[in-house]
């Protein structure tokens, strides 16, 4: 089968917002976290989990974890496989937090409003994975 051909019939399996969660986790999965966790210095290494910063090993060790996450992202997304959800919504529901955790408690952070306009889009994102999830399939 032609490339184009297999690649075009497996996106129309999907809406476009989901595809485009499937791409960031394509991109997340094959370039930048193998850039993350084997080329960028431990001295600069940073990640966030629920709106907590990580440096050093511990963020290492976070960048394995995002690594699986968005692994089993890219798997279950491009299958449509059932045994995503719960886990697709509530790591949505995870980043919405985080990014209003983020805003309102590091001195990096936005201000109250925009901290909190900033998760609604995760929000929004969960709604609707958790409402599409009778596009996945059991096997």
């Not at 919504?89 to 805003?103: D, H, K, N, P, T």
Request: net charge positive.
């Amino acid at each position: 089968m032609n490339t184009v051909i297999w690649l075009r019939k497996g996106l129309a399996r999907r809406p476009l917002w989901m595809n485009a969660i499937l791409l960031f986790c394509v991109y997340m999965t094959f370039i930048y976290l193998p850039w993350d966790i084997f080329i960028k210095p431990l001295k600069v290494d940073q990640e966030v989990w629920f709106g907590v910063l990580f440096t050093g090993w511990a963020a290492k060790a976070g960048a394995l974890l995002h690594w699986f996450v968005y692994g089993a992202g890219t798997l279950g997304l491009w299958r449509m496989r059932s045994w995503l959800q719960p886990w697709m919504s509530l790591y949505l529901l995870q980043i919405a937090f985080g990014m209003a955790y983020w805003g309102l408690t590091d001195p990096r952070g936005s201000n109250e409003p925009t901290a909190l306009l900033i998760a609604i889009p995760f929000i929004g994102l969960a709604y609707a994975a958790w409402r599409s999830r009778h596009r996945f399939s059991a096997l």
